[in-house]
Structures are given as structure tokens and as C-alpha cells.
């Protein structure tokens, strides 16, 4: 499934370490085939996530340092909390590449028995002389959480005397304090709000925002006013209607506050001011600064204005929108269209319909899918399900799943026909729709619809097909025993380790029946991993420069420098795409404002992908404006569609794979809207 990222916030946030600069282009080294021997086992290890101690320890001693940091990430990527021991030493390594990896590998395990060695490492340092391994000690130390976790961060906050410079760390703990949840200490992050420091204070309002505090409101409208635009942006993204019920200032005060940003000197600001201001839904009075806001000169900010007129409703957003429907830009006119369904049902309804009568583009009756589901039409959803694009029948069946309750037999009944779809992404909603009603007597339809998925291109549909059978079995042991018979037992272990890993975490019994382990099956041999280090790996670490590829869309050229020392195995599978012509002439089907720019799907609809599946190489590359990533709909599901963030996005850092970043200017990323083609990727 290469659905990836479903939501997120934007933010202009410098990061305290920026990315250590590469070494001028070497003349290549005669490449020593032991090394490339070792650094093979480690890809193919890592790959298959695959825990080999010997292995590992033998590599981790090596003399050469980018063998043990190489070593290091692949003990973290594997995952096995076995590798705790073998990477506490290397905190201490002679080589401080290979202590950073250590540390971000550790966090990568999150195991508790880390905490101590982490925050001793930290500790250990005199605040003027924290680098990059402290930071990555605290940044570990934040993914490890729980109680532990959660204390050493508050006492890394406490080790900062007020009124004094914040070390890199401590900096670093106020940035990362949101991934503790519940256990985030609120009013060390609180104070640090207040800190003179721009960098800090956004990052402190930025975790807050994140955690969604209550006893933040005062701090963002305080910030909101800040002289960094940075600052301003993370507090107008942090605001929301519903915390300003939450909180004794009240909605009215807050959304007063939000308004004049609408208008910010700065897009981003402007974004997320109109961003928070759509959670005032309903409320037609702050329509005006969204209609302002149109005038804008930068697509993203009004498609964002459009989305908030759309849950503002007026009878002012709807003259607004309806200026719109007929703008020969894709994103403006489906976004109007959109917005105008939300805001006025008949108007929506009648701009949907003439958007199809006038462009035969299967994308049109998508859109008018996304129209009739915001009205909701249920009539005209459901006369789309016989669409002959299956593209088209997906998104209505996702607006009938909005609309319909989870009890709704009558589509239910619809979703046991569409079993037997000919699209993959269509037989996968359908599964979806049965599980939300789960019944015995779907078993042997499910189990059906799971062997026919077999040959799909991509395994959404046997994935939908196991959590609806697993939906099942857990709704009475009667039926779980028909599961047991009808699926677990006569199914050949799956060699899709995705569809084995889901099957195994829902049924006890799945995971006895098919005994063997999760390592998995990646369909390379040694040598496919060997031409991956000579040909990425090792010039990379050996200070070649970096291989880059030009994507020319229709509004100008990105130049995308990729990073395999960070993500080999990624930078080879995206380049080997590249040289077929694969992302030619496809569209970028996902761009949200100041957030991300998203393509590199096939089908256009955000469900395609290659037919082959690339498995995470998480790394310690931080999202900043302009990063590439590989889009995922869970854990080791990538494939060929990627996403450039267009603002820093630090919630994303060690969950999606960083394998590039835009060098050069930026300019053409914020002119991308959706819809916009990419004429090619080439190197």
C-alpha cells in the first residue's frame, strides 16, 4: 500500500545542527572487495531484517569506521533489542561518526535499558562542547519514552540554568519533549517558550502544538505576534477551535488573533493561520480573511483559503467559490469544487456535475466523488461505483464510507459484489467495508478475494482481505474457528512478509501454523547487494559526490540531490526507476500547502505503486524545507511514490526514510500544485 503520510503540520523551525557539509569529490579508491564483502551482509541483514550477532559484532570491531557506522544502523533498522548491547560501547567509539550512529540506533530499538548509557552521555559533556552525539542521544532518548525516557528528558530540561545560552541538547529535548505523550513535561516546555532565543522558543511552541496543550493557548497568541516568522507559524499551526473551548480565552479571542495573519508577509504564516482558522467550522464571520486571501499570488495559499471557505460555509464563501470552479488550474478548480460542495450542497452539486460534462479526465468524476461525498449525495456516490475507471469507484466507495454508518447492511451488500472488481484498490475498500461489519458468513468470500489478490501489483487487497478476516475471528470464538478452518489452515505461508506480518499479529494460530520466523524474503542475492556498495554505498562514504537527477515539471526544474550513505538501497531502487522512464509524464496527485509536494504513482490516484516493495532505512537526516522522502502507508511499505517537504516537518524525522534533498533553489517546489505534471526524471 503506498498511501503515505495522512496528515501533518507545517513548520519554519532552523535546526541547531545543520547537515555536516561533504567532502570535496575524491579520486576513487580501489574498492577493497572485503569491505564491499561486509558492507553486503549488512545491507542484505538490514533488508531482511535479520538479526546476526556474529555478523554484527565482527563489523562493528572493524578498523575501517564507516563499516562499524554502517553496522550501526543496520542493528537499529533490524530492530532486535538483542543489538542493545552491542551498541552501548560504540557511544564511546573512537570515531564520533560511529558514536552518532550508535546513539540514533539505539532510539531506533527503544528499549529502556538505554536510557542510563544514553543520558550519561549527555551528562558527561560540558554544554559548550554538546555536538551532534548529544543530540542524538536526547533525540533517542525521546523515542525511547515511558517512564524512563520521560524522566531523562526532564532532567536534560532541568540542566540548562535560566538566563544562560541553551546547550545543543537541551534544545534538542525541547524539540523532541512532544513524542513523550502524556509524560511531556508541559511546564519546563512552557518556560521554554519564553526563551530569547528564536530556534528554542519555536521549538518549544512547536512541541506544545504537537501535544496539543491547553495551557499553551496564552503562549500562541503571544506568539503569534513574534518577530520570527518561524515562531509565528508553528503558534498559528498549533491553534485550533477546539482547544480554544478547551481553554478559558474562548474562540472568539482566538480566532480575532488568527485573522490578521491571513495577510503575513510570509506564505507559510499565511497557510497556517487560513489552516487554523478552518477548524473554526461553520463560523461564516471569519470568511473575509479567507476571501482576501484568494487575491494571493501563491497557489498554496489559496487552495488553502478555498478549503477554509469551504468549512466557513456564507453565503460570501460561496460567491468566492463559485468564482473558482472554472479555473484552468487543476488544484484551484478541485478545490473550489470541493469547498463549494461543503459550503453550499446544490451549488457544489451542479459545479461537480459540469466539471464531468465538460472534461471526459477520469480525475473530474473523482472530484466529483470528493464533491458528492462532502455534500454527502449518497445517490450520485453510489451511481459512481459503476464507473468504468476503478480509480473512480475507489474514491466513491471511501465518500460511501464517510457517509455510511458502520451498521449500514445495504452497503455491505455492495462491498461483497465489489469483491470481484477487477481494480486492486477498489477490492481493498470493499474488504475494508466488510470488516467494519464483521460477519461469519463473509469467511469464505474474503478468503476468495485474498487468493485473487495474488497477481495484484500492489497487496492492499490481501491486506484489507486478512484484517477483515481478523475482524472476524475476533467476534466470537464460533467464528474464529471458521477462520482457523477456512483460512489459517489450508493457506501456504504468504511469501509477502507484509500480508505474514499482519496475518501473524492478529492470529495466534497463523503464526503456528506458519512457523519460520519474520525474517524475510527480500529477492536479492549477494550480488545484487554487492553492486549496491560499489556503485552508491561505498563511493558515498569515500567522499565521491553524490549522485543527483533533474525533475522537470511543468513549472521549472528541481534538482534532487541523493544521499545513499544515508539510504542505499532506496537511492538504488528510486535511480533504477528513473533510468526505465517510470516517473515520466505522471503527476504530482498529493500536494498539501507548506506541508508536502507527493507523486510517483503510476495510477494518479495515491494507491500505485512499482509491484516491488522497499523496506525502511531510517536514518538520522531531519526533514528540513526541500527533503525527500519515501512515502509510506505503514511500516516498510514503500515502494516508488516520494514527497518533498516544504517546510521543515521534525514529527517526520526516524518514521519515513530521508534518501534526498532539493538542492539549489527552492523555488520551483513552492510553485508545484496538484495536478502539475513531471515532464521527466533524469540523471
Not at 555536538?131 to 533517542?140: F, G, H, L, N, P
Not at 461489519?437 to 478468503?447: A, F, G, I, K, S
Not at 494460530?509 to 556498495?533: F, H, M
Not at 526505465?580 to 500536494?591: I, L
Request: with cysteine; glycine share 8%.
Amino acid at each position: 500500500m503506498s498511501r503515505p503520510i495522512l496528515s501533518g503540520c507545517s513548520l519554519l523551525l532552523a535546526l541547531v545542527v545543520a547537515a555536516p557539509p561533504r567532502p570535496a569529490a575524491a579520486q576513487a579508491p580501489a574498492q577493497d572487495e572485503t569491505t564491499v564483502g561486509i558492507l553486503a551482509r549488512l545491507l542484505a541483514l538490514s533488508d531482511a531484517r535479520q538479526f546476526d550477532g556474529a555478523v554484527l559484532r565482527q563489523a562493528l570491531q572493524s578498523d575501517n569506521q564507516n563499516v562499524r557506522v554502517q553496522a550501526a544502523l543496520a542493528a537499529g533498522r533490524i530492530g532486535d533489542r538483542e543489538a542493545v548491547e552491542l551498541l552501548v560501547p560504540l557511544l564511546n567509539d573512537s570515531a564520533g561518526a560511529v558514536q552518532n550512529a550508535a546513539a540514533f540506533a539505539l532510539g531506533l530499538l527503544k528499549d529502556p535499558r538505554a536510557v542510563d548509557p544514553l543520558l550519561a552521555i549527555v551528562r558527561g559533556v560540558a554544554p559548550a562542547d554538546q555536538s551532534v552525539r548529544e543530540i542524538e542521544a536526547v533525540t533517542a532518548l525521546a523515542k525511547i519514552g515511558g517512564t524512563e525516557g520521560a524522566q531523562a528528558i526532564r532532567l536534560v530540561l532541568e540542566s540548562s540554568p535560566l538566563g544562560q545560552a541553551v546547550p545543543a541538547a537541551v534544545s534538542t529535548a525541547v524539540l523532541e519533549a512532544w513524542r513523550l505523550g502524556p509524560r511531556a513535561p508541559i511546564p519546563q516546555l512552557l518556560a521554554y517558550a519564553e526563551n530569547p532565543d528564536d530556534v528554542v522558543r519555536g521549538r518549544a511552541v512547536f512541541s506544545l502544538g504537537r501535544l496539543r496543550s491547553v495551557a499553551a493557548v496564552p503562549v500562541f497568541l503571544k506568539a503569534l505576534g513574534d518577530q520570527s516568522a518561524d515562531v509565528r507559524a508553528v503558534a498559528a499551526r498549533g491553534l485550533s477551535a477546539a482547544l480554544a473551548d478547551s481553554s478559558t480565552i474562548g474562540r472568539a479571542a482566538v480566532a480575532a488573533r488568527l485573522r490578521p495573519l491571513a495577510n503575513d508577509p510570509i506564505p507559510g504564516v499565511r497557510i497556517n493561520a487560513l489552516r487554523a482558522l478552518a477548524t473554526f467550522r461553520r463560523d461564516s464571520t471569519l470568511a473575509p480573511a479567507a476571501i482576501s486571501a484568494l487575491a494571493d499570488p501563491g497557489s498554496a495559499v489559496v487552495v488553502q483559503a478555498e478549503t477554509t471557505l469551504g468549512v466557513l460555509g456564507g453565503s460570501a464563501a460561496v460567491e468566492a467559490l463559485k468564482r473558482l470552479t472554472t479555473s484552468p488550474t487543476f488544484a484551484l478548480r478541485r478545490q473550489a469544487i470541493v469547498g463549494l460542495a461543503q459550503a453550499d450542497s446544490a451549488a457544489g452539486v451542479a459545479a461537480a456535475l459540469a466539471a464531468i460534462a465538460a472534461d471526459p479526465d477520469w480525475r473530474w468524476r473523482s472530484v466529483a466523488a470528493e464533491a458528492f461525498a462532502a455534500v454527502p449525495d449518497r445517490p450520485r456516490l453510489e451511481g459512481l461505483i459503476a464507473d468504468p475507471d476503478g480509480r473512480v469507484v475507489a474514491q466513491a466507495l471511501q465518500g460511501l464510507m464517510h457517509v455510511a454508518a458502520d451498521s449500514d447492511t445495504a452497503l455491505s451488500a455492495r462491498a461483497r459484489v465489489l469483491l470481484d472488481h477487477a481494480d486492486p484498490a477498489v477490492r481493498s475498500l470493499a474488504a475494508d467495508i466488510l470488516a467494519r461489519r464483521p460477519l461469519v458468513d463473509d469467511v469464505d468470500r474474503l478468503v476468495a478475494a485474498y487468493r485473487r489478490a495474488a497477481n495484484d501489483p500492489f497487496d492492499d487487497a490481501r491486506l484489507s482481505a486478512v484484517g477483515a478476516l481478523a475482524a472476524i475471528a475476533a467476534s466470537g470464538s464460533a467464528a474464529k474457528l471458521r477462520v482457523v478452518d477456512r483460512f489459517v489452515t489450508p493457506t501456504p505461508r504468504p511469501e509477502d512478509y507484509l500480508v505474514r506480518r499482519l496475518a501473524e499479529d492478529r492470529f495466534p494460530e497463523a503464526a503456528q501454523a506458519w512457523a519460520g520466523g519474520r525474517t524475510i524474503a527480500t529477492g536479492k542475492s549477494d550480488a545484487d547487494y554487492r553492486e549496491v556498495v560499489r556503485r552508491y554505498l561505498l563511493p558515498a562514504i569515500t567522499g565521491q559526490p553524490n549522485p543527483e537527477v533533474s525533475v522537470e515539471t511543468d513549472r521549472g526544474v528541481l534538482t534532487l540531490e541523493l544521499l545513499p550513505a544515508q539510504a542505499p538501497l532506496t537511492v538504488a531502487a528510486f535511480l533504477a526507476l528513473v533510468d526505465r522512464r517510470y516517473f515520466d509524464g505522471q503527476r504530482w496527485h498529493r500536494v498539501v500547502p507548506n506541508f508536502v509536494a507527493q507523486a510517483g504513482d503510476p495510477r494518479g490516484d495515491g494507491w500505485g505503486g512499482p509491484g516491488t516493495t522497499v523496506r525502511d532505512e531510517i536514518n538520522p537526516q531531519r526533514y528540513a524545507t526541500g527533503t525527500v522522502g519515501m512515502a509510506l502507508s505503514g511500516p516498510d511499505t514503500g515502494g516508488s511514490q516520494f514527497f518533498i517537504t516544504e517546510s521543515p516537518q521534525p514529527h517526520l524525522d526516524g518514521i519515513y526514510t530521508v534518501f534526498g534533498r532539493v538542492s539549489g533553489d527552492m523555488r520551483v517546489l513552492t510553485l508545484v500544485s496538484q495536478g502539475d505534471r513531471i515532464r521527466s526524471i533524469q540523471r
